[in-house]
T-cell receptor, first 112, second 114 residues
Framework: GENVEQHPSTLSVQEGDSAVIKCTYS??????FPWYKQELGKRPQLIID?????GEKKDQRIAVTLNKTAKHFSLHITETQPEDSAVYFC???????????FGTGTSLTVIP | GAGVSQSPRYKVAKRGQDVALRCDPI?????LFWYQQALGQGPEFLTY????????KSGLPSDRFFAERPEGSVSTLKIQRTQQEDSAVYLC????????????FGPGTRLLVL
């Protein structure tokens, strides 16, 4: 099955700096890659997603890039703000089934 | 409109007790997923429904876990003879489409087995 690895597990940045979180996946047939933000004790919220027919997608301060050849995708947050502090999860959808495989999460802290 | 809701939000059970966790998906959503999220980990897939059909239950960790969605809307995850290792947050998600649609998560049920 699919195996998703996520790095780093923790990340601290100064307010206004950029944050980058990286994920790799193993199943070359996966073609949908969402990113979720989860604040403490709350539900995961979709923040951005990308499908394998594009290499990059941007939504205001958030962007995701996908390298299908290398089987990795990254989340980029620019001009970070304290409210960006949360745990971020990447995921990959296995084509063979309907399972989302999640990474282990990155705890992002934005220091004011 | 209303999002995915789950009940109860918190459940404390004694080891060996049976529990039932409820998920109310977004109205009209075809797909429903259950995940288990251990502390500090990402959600792990348990099972998937398309309408009332359980198409994938490969993630259920043992035969003590059972899920149903008899009318294609509300779903119940039942855990029999709970064990301490069952302690986790159980997340439900629904999707408008089958397969590749965006999944919207509920707030989860935090289960603690003593």
């Amino acid at each position: 099955g699919e195996n998703v690895e996520q790095h780093p597990s923790t990340l601290s940045v100064q307010e206004g700096d950029s944050a980058v979180i990286k994920c790799t996946y193993s199943d070359s047939a996966s073609n949908y890659f969402p990113w979720y933000k989860q604040e403490l004790g709350k539900r995961p919220q979709l923040i951005i997603d990308i499908r394998s027919n594009v290499g990059e997608k941007k939504d205001q301060r958030i962007a995701v890039t996908l390298n299908k050849t290398a089987k990795h995708f990254s989340l980029h947050i620019t001009e970070t703000q304290p409210e960006d502090s949360a745990v971020y999860f990447c995921a990959a959808l296995a084509i063979a089934g309907n399972q989302f495989y999640f990474g282990t999460g990155t705890s992002l802290t934005v220091i004011p | 409109g209303a999002g995915v809701s789950q009940s109860p939000r918190y459940k404390v059970a004694k080891r060996g007790q049976d529990v039932a966790l409820r998920c109310d998906p977004i109205s009209g959503h075809v797909s429903l997923f259950w995940y288990q999220q251990a502390l500090g980990q990402g959600p792990e897939f348990l099972t998937y429904f398309q309408n009332e059909a359980q198409l994938d239950k490969s993630g259920l960790p043992s035969d003590r876990f059972f899920a149903e969605r008899p009318e294609g809307s509300v779903s119940t995850l039942k855990i029999q003879r709970t064990q301490q290792e069952d302690s986790a947050v159980y997340l439900c998600a629904s999707s408008q489409e089958s397969g590749h649609g965006t999944q919207y998560f509920g707030p989860g049920t935090r289960l603690l087995v003593l």
